[in-house]
């Protein structure tokens, strides 16, 4: 009897021990299951913000205008003839050939072509012209019209930097006649009316496709391309689209 109860004791013992066991599982497998539920609940709020904030950040719109400020800071103090920025009497010359409805050369604007122009353009090294290029569309023919007839009044740069920092998605349709204009009112232009006439002018128009043709002529594919001229080149040197900033200066110092 006395092996019985022993038995009877250790198989007690035993059961207690599993329902504990399982309890523990239990409790873990809750952990787990609250800590996916949290997990997904902060993919879920992150994924939320980053596509409202792409949604505000996604451009094109014509009432909502915006980094003017930073466009007149980093341009302040370098004159401006057209779409010529910096010294007209600089050596060098840096030619963009640029569609502005590219997104690839809205990154070269924001990213690449700042340090250029507060460096060696600001000090007078070089001067800095943008050339239509218009590839993406048939929206970016009035795109570059507006910049040509804005520069007719001294507010070239500051309108393509602004397009460019308030740009769409490519082809999608927002560069409306609205949306040019109010580029326009931020960016300085004054005379809206002039401006307004100008840029849908022929003589502007012609101009644009005599750009273009000359991108084309020198074997430009894409935009931005550049081209620079100065005493140390022999003519026009093709530089295509150097990948950093560090890049053009070197061409700069090297046609200096």
């Known amino acids: 009897m006395s092996n019985k109860r022993e038995r009877e004791k250790r198989r007690e013992e035993r059961l207690r021990e599993e329902a504990r066991a399982t309890n523990t599982d239990r409790r873990a497998r809750l952990l787990q299951l ?3 539920a949290v997990f997904l609940v902060i993919v879920v709020v992150v994924v939320l913000i980053v596509v409202n904030s792409s949604s ?9 205008i915006v980094h003017a400020a930073e466009v007149d800071e980093m341009l302040g103090g370098i004159p401006q003839e057209k779409t010529v920025l910096g010294d007209p009497k600089a050596s060098v010359e ?15 604007s924001e990213q690449v072509l700042p340090q250029i122009i507060e460096g060696q353009v600001k000090k007078g090294q070089a001067k800095l012209v943008f050339h239509n290029f218009t590839i993406i569309g048939p929206q970016s023919i009035p795109a ?5 007839a804005a520069g007719e009044q001294g507010r070239g740069w500051n309108y393509i930097e602004l397009f460019y920092r308030n740009q769409g998605e490519e082809n999608s349709g927002y560069a409306t006649d609205d949306f040019l204009e109010a580029v326009a009112k931020k960016a300085g232009v004054e005379d809206l009316a002039k401006w307004n006439e100008e840029r849908k002018s022929k003589r502007l128009r012609q101009e644009l496709n005599a750009t273009t043709s000359q991108a084309q002529n020198y074997g430009f594919t894409g935009t931005p391309s ?3 001229k100065g005493p140390g080149t022999n003519g026009v040197k093709l530089l295509g689209t150097p990948g950093s900033s560090g890049s053009l200066e070197e061409a700069i110092e090297e046609a200096s």
């Open 226 to 228: 550049f081209a620079i």
């Open 34 to 36: 609250g800590a996916g």
């Open 144 to 148: 570059g019209t507006a910049a040509l």
């Open 94 to 108: 840096l030619v963009e050939y640029g569609d502005l409805q590219c997104p690839v050369c809205k990154e070269y």
């Open 56 to 64: 505000s950040e996604s451009g094109g719109d014509s009432s909502a």
